[in-house]
Structure formats: C-alpha cells, structure tokens
T-cell receptor, first 116, second 117 residues
Framework: KAGVTQTPRYLIKTRGQQVTLSCSPI?????VSWYQQTPGQGLQFLFE???????NKGNFPGRFSGRQFSNSRSEMNVSTLELGDSALYLC???????????????FGPGTRLLVL | AQTVTQSQPEMSVQEAETVTLSCTYD???????LFWYKQPPSRQMILVIR??????QNATENRFSVNFQKAAKSFSLKISDSQLGDTAMYFC??????????????FGKGITLSVRP
C-alpha cells in the first residue's frame, strides 16, 4: 500500500497570507490527524477527522482549521499567517474503526512551512 | 492531562552495541497505548514499536524491544546491534483509549540518537 502523502512538501509564505495543506491517507484509512512540529513546542496535536467530521481538536487558535472529504483526503488551512506558524506540519492516518481506539497512526513526510 | 517526559536530549552509541532510551509518562488512565516513533533527518516519522497497557508482555520488533513498567509509568526502548541507519530523533508517545473517537498522540520532546561507525 502507498503511504500517507502530503503536498506541498515545502512552502514559503508571508505574514498575513493564508495557506492550505493537503494530506492523502493510506488507502482504506478513514481517520486523519494533523500535528504541528516546532523546535520550541515539539509535536502538538491540531485536530482529527473521521468520516468528514472533526472528532478531536487541540489547543490552537481558530486560524487553524481543517476539513475532510468523502474520499478521506484532508486539508488544513491556516489564515492570517504569523511568524510563529513556521513549522513542520505532519499528517497521520489510521484505520479509524468505530469502537475502542486501537489503531496506530502512520505519518506522512510532512509539509515544511516557512512564514516570512 | 497526560504528559510524556524524555529527560535525555541526546545519546550516542557505537555501531553494533546496545542502547536504551528512557521515557516516563504521567496519566490517571488505566487503558492506553504507548509508542516509540523514529524521525530520521528526512523528517518522516516512522513507527518503531507499540505497547498496549493491558499487556504485561513487553513488545519486541526485531532489534527493538521495550521495558514497560506500568506501575512506575516507565517505557524505555532498547535498540540492540545498533546500525548507522538508527541515527535519528526518537519520540515516545502516549495515546489514551477512547470509545468512538480516535485519541490524539501526546509526544515527549524527543531524544537525538547518534550511531558512531
């Protein structure tokens, strides 16, 4: 099976702009989670989607949003970019079966965002 | 809230030797999962090993094994026969068990492991 793919891999934006990142999960996986990785804060959970619904959300401002499509592909959007949004954004997919959480999350290569 | 602590920021090991990476966590949950992920310089996060809290037996994957001490809330990773390709940042992560929702991963700060030839 192909792994998790993320596009674009690298992105440079300026403050105040908005950005959209895309994630395609492993075929058959229905859950997509997003994480932000920075040297200072480490890895932080942004949100998780399952069947086009946000099931879980981390402590990030409303400028960070996401969505999931019927084919399980997910996008995250950051509006009004700030310098502090510079980070590696990782997407992870899991089977997302109903019931008890037991699935492992598999990560994509990430999108490196630089805000100038 | 759960916390994961990796107190050693860096470690170094000679090729072919064994190294142990430490991780402690704090939780009031009884059912949860623990993971070790590896992130090489390419930045791709790769799953190394996973442990279910309800299992007393320590997980093993080839050269990688864990020492899971539930009462002590300790979860260390042992890498045997270290290889140059093991050079990476290693993250310990916690996931609590939730019904009808995928729980988030809570990560430690990571440890940079260098394997010397």
């Amino acid at each position: 099976k192909a792994g998790v793919t993320q596009t674009p891999r690298y992105l440079i934006k300026t403050r105040g702009q908005q950005v959209t990142l895309s994630c395609s999960p492993i075929s058959g996986h229905r859950s997509v989670s997003w994480y932000q990785q920075t040297p200072g804060q480490g890895l932080q959970f942004l949100f998780e989607y399952f069947s086009e619904t946000q099931r879980n959300k981390g402590n990030f401002p409303g400028r960070f949003s996401g969505r999931q499509f019927s084919n399980s592909r997910s996008e995250m959007n950051v509006s009004t970019l700030e310098l502090g949004d510079s980070a590696l954004y990782l997407c992870a997919s899991s089977a997302g079966l109903a019931g008890l959480t037991r699935e492992t999350q598999y990560f994509g290569p990430g999108t490196r965002l630089l805000v100038l | 809230a759960q916390t994961v602590t990796q107190s050693q920021p860096e470690m170094s090991v000679q090729e072919a030797e064994t190294v142990t990476l430490s991780c402690t966590y704090d939780t009031s949950e009884n059912n949860y999962y623990l993971f070790w992920y590896k992130q090489p310089p390419s930045r791709q996060m790769i799953l190394v090993i996973r442990q279910e809290a309800y299992k007393q037996q320590n997980a093993t994957e080839n050269r990688f094994s864990v020492n899971f001490q539930k009462a002590a809330k300790s979860f260390s990773l042992k890498i045997s026969d270290s290889q140059l390709g093991d050079t990476a940042m290693y993250f310990c992560a916690f996931m609590k068990q939730i019904r009808r929702a995928n729980s988030k991963l809570t990560f430690g700060k990571g440890i940079t492991l260098s394997v010397r030839p």
